[in-house]
């Protein structure tokens, strides 16, 4: 099957990660991947294969819906696949000239209610709404026309490698962390909604802690909200204690090194970071928001706590001790998911 892959985002964070790692892994299932992108962006620059095209505006792009189409048929793409929500009416648009069905993989949570007949037009060219978590599904049943017949729930996963067996002490030694010290990390971009100004003063609150922070700003926000966190732990005192690294393709050795893993973010969607963390056997203390209590619910070593609340958290990271947590995350490991999208997309195209 030929599976179109759309994004016109410039970005390089995780829903663009992610799309990439799908479409890579279903090509190892037998599927053929096309990556339609913005010449020059990012996603572009990474995909095996991928077609240009000039970034739409998020509404009234029925033009070039139109040229995408043509496009699809020519080369014979069976199903169209995004993401990003500012690509919806442009890819259903196309889809529904090419007479293809059109997923969407949801990454991100509704705002507000989205009722109005011009809502029922863009989310009736929806073959399936795929969430990766329960709550999602039934917040996109809510709060938009999708039936539930229309709507499917598919676990974000991992790859293989993500469940091996950690090793403590090789990956102290490779970030050059001393072996007896305690080390919360959050990894992610560096955004005042992800909460690592929070995480700062829980630090703060807390002596002989140490805290990693893996990441960059966002891309073209103009500003560096690094160089704010970096002067805000010049004020805590905690200069001898925090350590700011850029983002790193090694990351299951740096949760390797860590004790614990703090998600302070305001509300996450569905937090890979969390996924990972917990793949590795890490503590795990997340916000009490968004889809974070759903993907920690049941799981050992995990705490929640409220958001904006840095003395709650705090009181965790005083209890740290080393200790690696066996997890059943068996439905968040590749092979599950790729099962049920191949069931999806069989179902779909038949």
Avoid at 86 to 114: E, H, N, T, V, W
Avoid at 192 to 206: F, I, M, N, Y
Avoid at 210 to 227: D, L, P, Q
């Amino acid at each position: 099957m030929k599976i179109g892959f759309l994004t016109s985002s410039t970005g390089w964070g995780g829903l663009e990660r992610n799309l990439l790692r799908y479409a890579s892994w279903l090509e190892e299932c037998g599927h053929e991947a096309v990556v339609f992108a913005v010449d020059g962006a990012p996603v572009a620059r990474s995909a095996e294969r991928f077609e240009a095209f000039e970034r739409q505006p998020r509404y009234f792009a029925g033009p070039a819906a139109k040229r995408l189409a043509k496009r699809l048929r020519g080369l014979q793409v069976e199903v169209l696949w995004v993401r990003d929500p500012r690509d919806l009416a442009f890819a259903g648009m196309a889809a529904k000239r090419a007479r293809i069905p059109l997923i969407f993989q949801q990454g991100m949570q509704f705002s507000k209610a989205k009722h109005t007949p011009w809502h029922a037009r863009r989310f009736g060219r929806v073959a399936r709404w795929v969430a990766p978590a329960h709550w999602l599904a039934e917040q996109a049943l809510r709060m938009t026309p999708l039936r539930p017949d229309q709507v499917s729930t598919i676990p974000l996963a991992l790859d293989d490698p993500w469940f091996t067996a950690p090793h403590d002490a090789d990956a102290r030694t490779r970030w050059n962390w001393p072996a007896e010290a305690r080390i919360v990390g959050l990894f992610g971009r560096f955004d005042p909604l992800k909460g690592q100004a929070e995480l700062l003063h829980a630090l703060a609150q807390t002596p002989g802690v140490h805290g990693w922070f893996i990441g960059e700003s966002t891309v073209n926000e103009g500003r560096s909200y690094e160089a704010e966190l970096t002067a805000l732990a010049d004020d805590l005192g905690l200069s001898n204690r925090v350590r700011f690294s850029p983002p790193t393709e090694d990351l299951r050795t740096a949760y390797d090194a860590i004790d614990a893993f703090a998600l302070c973010s305001a509300s996450e969607t569905f937090g890979m970071v969390t996924l990972e963390a917990l793949a590795r056997g890490c503590f795990v203390i997340g916000t009490r928001s968004g889809g974070t209590p759903e993907l920690l619910q049941d799981q050992p070593g995990t705490a929640l706590y409220d958001p904006g609340d840095p003395a709650a958290l705090a009181a965790h990271l005083r209890n740290l001790t080393p200790h690696r947590y066996r997890r059943d995350l068996a439905p968040h490991t590749k092979s599950q998911a790729l099962a049920s999208w191949n069931r999806l997309l069989a179902e779909l195209v038949s």
